[in-house]
């Protein structure tokens, strides 16, 4: 008998379970029946939904409907595409500037990220050195910016540059109004 993936296991639960909506507890639940100790299934259910096989109901939520395909989030920019968006940010970070000038490897970002529904698509794309491009990835957009500011805050005041400190400061103030909201 052939072990099954955490995927098959996913997957086999949405198809017993059609046009419902399901929270991804149930799903993580299913699969710790076969794997106690599974790692990130919650992971794959996303993926499933990046890939267009799964319908998104709201955070927590999906639903399989027979015949569904979705838009492939986790295509990647091509490469015309990621040319373009170097050049309109002229081959440098927009957070710093740095790039393939003075040594820094550049990436294409998604602004609005893939696991958000952001497309591969020009408008969509901006760049980013390799440790702006990590950080927004590991933190998330509204954290990334939060910590970059206060990164900032605390470069300011070891230069004593009270104009960089205010300025950071009411970004911070800005970013947490929104952060609030959401």
Known sequence: MKIKTIRELIIEYFEAHPNQEIEHDDVVDYVNITYPKARDPWRMIRT??????LIKVRKGVYKRSP??????MTDPFTPEVKERIFK??????????????????IHADHIKPQN??????????QTLCSEHNLM???YGTTDFLNKYC??????AQEYQDKETEKMFSEILTIIKKYKDKS
């Open 48 to 53: 499933l939904y990046q890939e267009g096989w």
């Open 67 to 72: 015949g569904y395909v979705g838009p492939n």
């Open 136 to 138: 927004k990835k590991r």
């Open 88 to 105: 309109k940010d002229n081959y440098k970070c927009v957070v710093c500037g740095n790039g393939p000038h003075n040594g820094y490897e």
């Open 150 to 155: 206060n990164t900032m805050i605390k470069k």
């Open 116 to 125: 958000l529904g952001g497309l591969p698509t020009f408008e969509n794309g």
